[in-house]
Structures are given as structure tokens and as C-alpha cells.
């Protein structure tokens, strides 16, 4: 009895061993190539599903058969006009022939190595034919289209599909670049010294013009105020001259009160005669010059005048028509 459980078990074990050795799978992302002692045999298999191979004898290399990626270095390139360039680029390829493929380079790790080598030089071709501003602004992406094809070409035999070659980067060294900046920023320097000129020259042109306006405007209104203050002094004078000429008397008694109040103080001192003319009407309020001469009669414009007052009215209207048209 245990005899034919350990022939049972034996069994199971080969059918199981046997089995494992005859059937794989094909992932979707995946396409195969069966070998038969190294060698390929029959057509490469790039459909999904569980497949059928010969136990023991047959082998399956399995190839990506989605789009990879080749992530080249920055490496130096110089143009046509002797500017050096770092270029730093990238790939996308697919293995479109894997029994090609396999044929030429077996893995993945020495294809990248070649298609590394194939992109580099065609950089360095293409690129090194054109100027530096043909390769960073003006032509970029038909030199781009110029690289694929290159690259597309020679990676045919390669079994390899090469679906783009693009440019990440395309600038000059550290050292260029950084005499470049400092060239650029001594530019950008003197144009700011530039505007800032102009801008004072412009500030001094309206502080002098301000200047200007305000020394005319100051002069002006001297000149107004100066023709003001004389108006106004020959006004009150005519005012004064016509007042004396209603009444002497009285004048001359107003002003010698005004002349007591202006000069007369708590610490004022004056010495003069007792019947010197300026105490006249202290000593004497009443004091009326008897002179025959200052008797005035009254003319048809002090009556006017006189009408003027009465009637509450300014003298200045009447006397000072230059001044009612100030106002």
C-alpha cells in the first residue's frame, strides 16, 4: 500500500514538474520568445493568454512591449559658431521587432547602452551644425524631428521603434552662464542709471519751472498788494483832505486826540513848554481858532458829503471809486 502512494506522489510530482515546464503566461504588457537550446524558435508571441511550450527543451524570454524611457546625462555640444551647449535630452523607444531584438541585443540593459550611444551622436551631428539661438529658440522643434529620424534610422536594426527625442535642456555652461549674467546685470545697471538721469533731469526741469512760476506769481502779487496798499493810502488821504474841509476845527481836534493816545503812556515822559500848541485842547477842550480864515463854507460837494454821512453810507463809495471796483 505505501508503495503505490509513493508511485502516486512520484507521479503527481512529474505531471506537476511537467506541467509547469509546458504551460506560461503572456502578460498584456509583456510579449515572448520561445527558445529552443538558445536559439528562437517559430514567430515571437505578442498576444496575452496562457501558452504551450515544449517541457524541459523550450525557453521563454519575455521583452517589455510597452513605450520605455531613456533618460539621457547632460553632455556638452559645440554649435556652429563655436558656442559650447549643454544638452540634456530624453527618449522614448519600443521594442517593435523583439526577435530582432533579441537578435542584436539580447537585453534590455545593453540596449539602452547602444540607443545611448546612437541618440549621442546624433546630437552631437545635428546640433553641432546649427547656431546656438537656431538651437534654443528659433528651430527647436524641427530639430528635433531631424534627431528622431537619425535616431529612428539606425535603431531600426536594433529592432527598436523610437517614438520621440526630445530636448529638456539646452543652456551654455556654468561659467558662460554665469559671465553672461553678470553681463546682463550690468546692462540692466546702466539702464537704470540712464532712467534715473532722466528722471532728475526731468524733476530739475519742473522744480525750476515751479520755481519760476512761483518767483512770478510772488512778484505779481507784491506788485498787486503794493497797488492796493497805495490806492487805499490815497483813499484814506482824500478821506482825511475832505473831512478837514468840513470842519477844520474838529479835524485838527480828532487828530490831536489821536496823537495824545499814541503818545501818551503810563512810562512816557515829555517835556515841553505849558503852552506849547500840542496841550491846546487839554488845557483847553473847547480851544477854536478864532481866524477868520478858517471859517469854510460849505461847497455843493462837502453838502454832498455830508448827505453821505447822513445817510450811513461809506465815504469811500464816494471818494474812492477805484476801490469799489477792487471789491
Known amino acids: 500500500m505505501k508503495g503505490k502512494q509513493i508511485a502516486l506522489l512520484i507521479f503527481l510530482g512529474l505531471l506537476f514538474l511537467v506541467s509547469v515546464n509546458t504551460f506560461y503566461s503572456v502578460h498584456e504588457t509583456k510579449q515572448a520568445i520561445v527558445l529552443q537550446f538558445g536559439r528562437p524558435v517559430g514567430a515571437p508571441i505578442t498576444d496575452a493568454g496562457l501558452k504551450i511550450k515544449v517541457p524541459f527543451i523550450q525557453q521563454v524570454q519575455f521583452l517589455d512591449r510597452r513605450i520605455l524611457d531613456l533618460d539621457s546625462p547632460a553632455e556638452e555640444v559645440i554649435a556652429s559658431d563655436q558656442k559650447r551647449l549643454v544638452v540634456d535630452s530624453f527618449t522614448r523607444w519600443q521594442i517593435s521587432d523583439p526577435l530582432q531584438f533579441y537578435i542584436s541585443v539580447r537585453d534590455e540593459r545593453i540596449a539602452r547602452s547602444r540607443l545611448q550611444a546612437i541618440v549621442s551622436s546624433s546630437l552631437r551631428s545635428v546640433l553641432g551644425g546649427e547656431e546656438f539661438v537656431t ?45 553672461i549674467y553678470r553681463r546682463m546685470q550690468t546692462e540692466r545697471q546702466q539702464e537704470a542709471a540712464e532712467f534715473r538721469a532722466k528722471g532728475q533731469e526731468i524733476s530739475r526741469g519742473i522744480r ?53 493816545e499814541e503818545s501818551l503812556g503810563s512810562d512816557t515822559t515829555i517835556v515841553l513848554s505849558p503852552d506849547s500848541e500840542f496841550f491846546k485842547f487839554l488845557n483847553d477842550p473847547n480851544a477854536i481858532s478864532n481866524d477868520d480864515s478858517n471859517v469854510t463854507k460849505l461847497t455843493k460837494e462837502n453838502i454832498e458829503l455830508i448827505s453821505v454821512i447822513q445817510s450811513n453810507d461809506r465815504l469811500s463809495d464816494k471818494l474812492c471809486p477805484e476801490l469799489v471796483k477792487l471789491d
Do not use: H, W
Open 208 to 260: 525750476a519751472e515751479a520755481e519760476k512760476k512761483v518767483t512770478v506769481l510772488v512778484a505779481e502779487a507784491t506788485r498787486d498788494a503794493e497797488i492796493i496798499r497805495g490806492t487805499g493810502d490815497a483813499c484814506r488821504n482824500r478821506i482825511f483832505a475832505s473831512a478837514y474841509g468840513l470842519d477844520p476845527d474838529f479835524f485838527a481836534f480828532y487828530r490831536s486826540m489821536k496823537s495824545y
Open 135 to 179: 538651437v534654443v529658440r528659433d528651430e527647436r522643434d524641427e530639430l528635433m524631428a531631424r534627431i528622431s529620424e537619425i535616431v529612428n534610422a539606425q535603431a531600426n536594426d536594433l529592432g527598436i521603434n523610437i517614438i520621440d527625442v526630445r530636448i529638456k535642456r539646452a543652456d551654455l555652461p556654468d561659467a558662460n552662464s554665469q559671465a
